[in-house]
Each structure stands twice: as structure tokens, then as C-alpha cells.
């Protein structure tokens, strides 16, 4: 593999960089937007029992509150529903509040997602820079300037710089696009689930005016 990489010559080691920020960010993507981490076990009984609790008894301590909006992304959508209950918003502020607090959840599903999608555009563009750089090592050469057909290691030196960026940078633009497109799905149903849950529970803690 070493003796690859010095073949394909210097333009290999940005295609090498990317290659590895954009495998760090697959794996951290895959291991952050996992179903367990946005809704741990047990966090919608918790959830569902303290909405209860708050229905019945009318109060909520705010201890409970914060402890649930540290379990995951998902729960502080829900701390927020309840802490705007509980401080007697209306639903339209209650609303407005969850909004924001919103954003800051997609913003999370959401982060290094683009940074992906720039590794899957650039990387082509990498390989074709490498193979140009090879192309003018071929023609560029001594022997080729004096008219003179220049030496075979000169010329297959250059061969092997063109074609193995080239393919390096297909090599990492093709699975991470399609890594990108599975991580912008996982991230669009944990976003749905999100709403879903979340719509539940507003919907519980301000029946009226949900109704309306």
C-alpha cells in the first residue's frame, strides 16, 4: 500500500486526508444518530409518566425537567414542552419556544453532514488534479522538451501518478456519497420521530388549545 501511495506521487496525500476526515465523520455520524442515542430506553415512558404527573398533580419539580433534557437530543424538545407548561405559557408561545429549541436539535442531526457532501464533490476533482499533474510530468519532461521520446521510468512514473489519483479520488467520492445519503436519511427520520413525539406530547399538555 506504501509503495502505492509513492507511485501515485504528492497530489495522493490530500485525496489520503479527506479520505480520512471523511471516514471519522461516517463513523461519527453513524454512532451520534443511532436510535438509542436520540431516544435512550426508557426515555418516552419517562417522558409520558412525568406529562401525567404534571396533569395530575398540576406541578413538575425542576430538577426532573433538567434531568430529562440531558438524556439525549430528542428529551430536550420535551424538557422544553414541559418547562413551558409549567411556567403557564400559552400554547403559542409554549410553541414558539419549542421552535427554537427545535432548530438547535436539526442543527445537531445535522452537523458535519455538509462537510460529507464537499469530501463526495471534491474528491473527484482531487484525482483529476492528480491525473493533470501526472499528465505534465509525461510531457513535461526533459526528453520531452528536446524532442526526444524520454526516458520509460519518466514516462510510466507519469502513467502511474495519473491513473491512481484518478482512481483514488473514485475511490473515496463514490461510498462517501452514498454515506452521505444514508446519514441525510438517518437524520431526516430521527428529525420525523422527533416531531412525532413531540407533537404527542403537546398535544397531551395543551389539549384545548391543540384542538383549535
Known amino acids: 500500500m506504501y509503495s502505492i501511495l509513492l507511485s501515485a506521487g504528492w497530489p495522493i496525500w490530500p485525496l489520503l486526508i479527506i479520505s480520512i476526515i471523511g471516514l471519522a465523520i461516517v463513523i461519527e ?9 436520540i431516544f435512550p430506553v426508557g426515555s418516552l415512558e419517562t417522558t409520558f409518566t412525568l406529562a401525567n404527573q404534571l396533569q395530575n398533580q398540576h406541578t413538575l419539580a425542576g430538577e426532573q425537567i433538567s434531568q430529562l433534557a440531558q438524556l439525549s437530543p430528542a428529551t430536550s424538545l420535551f424538557a422544553c414542552v414541559f418547562k413551558e407548561k409549567v411556567a403557564g405559557s400559552s400554547s403559542a408561545a409554549a410553541l414558539e419556544e419549542l421552535q427554537a429549541t427545535a432548530q438547535n436539535v436539526w ?6 453532514l455538509g ?19 501526472g499528465m505534465i510530468e509525461i510531457f ?7 524532442g526526444a521520446a524520454g526516458s520509460p521510468q519518466q514516462l510510466a512514473h507519469g502513467i502511474s501518478v495519473a491513473l491512481y489519483n484518478t482512481a483514488f479520488g ?43
Open 140 to 146: 513535461g519532461s526533459q526528453g520531452a522538451i528536446n
Open 29 to 37: 455520524r453513524s454512532w451520534y444518530l443511532r436510535q438509542t442515542h
Open 107 to 112: 442543527q445537531k442531526l445535522d452537523r458535519y
Open 115 to 133: 462537510a460529507l457532501a464537499t469530501i463526495a464533490t471534491v474528491a473527484p476533482l482531487l484525482g483529476l488534479f492528480g491525473t493533470v499533474v
Open 170 to 212: 473514485l475511490l473515496i467520492a463514490i461510498p462517501a456519497l452514498a454515506a452521505w445519503r444514508g446519514l441525510r436519511a438517518m437524520a431526516n427520520q430521527r428529525q420525523r420521530e422527533c416531531e412525532e413525539f413531540t407533537r404527542q406530547l403537546f398535544k397531551k399538555l395543551y389539549p384545548t388549545e391543540s384542538a383549535k
